[in-house]
Structure formats: C-alpha cells, structure tokens
T-cell receptor, first 114, second 112 residues
C-alpha cells in the first residue's frame, strides 16, 4: 500500500458524459501527478500540481482538467468522453515538486466509456 | 530529455538473480535513474533509484556504470511474484516541477 488513495476504482459511463476522479496523496506529500495508461499506450503523464499550483503539464487533452484543493486532494475531470478515453488513470504523489523526489502511485481508477 | 532503452522481455528462473539492463546514454550529470515495476494493472511500484553510486535496498540492487550511460537492476533471488513490467526512468524536471517519463519497459517472466 503506497498510501495514495484513488476513487472510484472502477467507473463505466457513456460517450459524451463527464466524470471526476479523486485522489488523496500520501500523508505529508504536497505534490500530485496524474497519469493515463491505455491498452495501446504506456503510462502517459498528464499533469502535476504542487500545493494547489500547476507545475508541469504533459499531453493532457483540453477536455480534461485537474485541480488540487487546499486539503491537498486532487480531482481529474474528464468531459465529453470518447471511447478512446477508456483507460486506467493513476494518481501519484511526492513530498515536494521538483527533482530529487520519488513519486508513489495509487492503484488507479479504471474508466470504461461505452 | 534523456531517454532510456530496455529489452522488451526477459525470462528468469525462480530463485536465480534477475539482471535487468537499461541504457541511458544521454543522461546528464544531475539526473537520477529510477526503477519502478508494474504487476498486472496495479499502480507502478517504486523499487530503487540512484545517481552515481551503486545502491541496495530490501528489494533490489542498482548498479550504475562509471560513465552513467547504463545501469542494471538486480533482483537477487527472483520469485514468481516478481513477474512484472520493469521500467527504467530518467526523470525529467527541475526544482519547479518534474515528470517521470515511462517507456515500454521490460516484461520479466519468472519461471518455476
């Protein structure tokens, strides 16, 4: 158990819908990261937050957005869902934002778009 | 950005040492090498990391060549539960923000 908690574990929704994935970082960690893993692609970095502030951005679609709240939990919002958005979404956390920090992953949220 | 190259797959007999190689010839002086593994579709699990010196923890050993262009992860006594995809990562980032870029990794199969 890494200490990173993600909910829900599984989610099935229809195309065009909007979902929110939630992440609670490890106790004491201020930075959170979101990754997407689909069947035909590896782990793709989406975005990083540190203490509520966006710090790094990867290949995150405009239909996707994220935020980190004052209590440090984070949410990833996925809208206008398409079949291709079906994937495993991981959250990770680290103590601080920059180099020298190991990141620890949660168990992921399975999203299936039908 | 520093890139890593790993063999796509390897087999290892149970109880033997598993040696997983990684090339990172474009690594810069202040970049760490990290190893993670992913069992089935579980969250990637941190194994070990290092900068210049060899490192050992309860899970594995990391051997980094003197020129830092390659490294080897060693699982000293592989078990069936070590069957997983192993990722060698050179972190991209600054003090401001960072990203762990995952390649396809090495699929290690531990055979009975």
């Amino acid at each position: 158990d890494s200490g990173v908690t993600q909910t829900p574990k599984h989610l099935i929704t229809a195309t065009g819908q909007r979902v929110t994935l939630r992440c609670s970082p490890r106790s004491g960690d201020l930075s959170v990261y979101w990754y997407q893993q689909s069947l035909d692609q590896g782990l793709q970095f989406l975005i990083q937050y540190y203490n509520g502030e966006e710090r790094a951005k990867g290949n995150i679609l405009e239909r996707f957005s994220a935020q980190q709240f004052p209590d440090l939990h984070s949410e990833l919002n996925l809208s206008s869902l398409e079949l291709g958005d079906s994937a495993l979404y991981f959250c990770a956390s680290s103590v601080t934002a920059g180099s020298g920090n190991t990141i620890y992953f949660g168990e992921g949220s399975w999203l299936t778009v039908v | 950005d520093a890139k890593t190259t790993q063999p796509p797959s390897m087999d290892c007999a149970e109880g033997r040492a598993a040696n997983l190689p990684c090339n990172h010839s474009t690594i810069s002086g202040n970049e760490y090498v990290y190893w993670y593994r992913q069992i089935h579709s579980q969250g990637p699990q941190y194994i070990i990391h290092g900068l210049k010196n060899n490192e050992t923890n309860e899970m594995a050993s990391l051997i980094i060549t003197e020129d830092r262009k390659s490294s080897t992860l060693i699982l000293p006594h592989a078990t069936l539960r070590d069957t997983a995809v192993y990722y060698c990562i050179v972190r991209v980032g600054t003090l401001y923000g960072q990203n762990f870029v995952f390649g396809p990794g090495t699929r290690l199969s531990v055979l009975p």
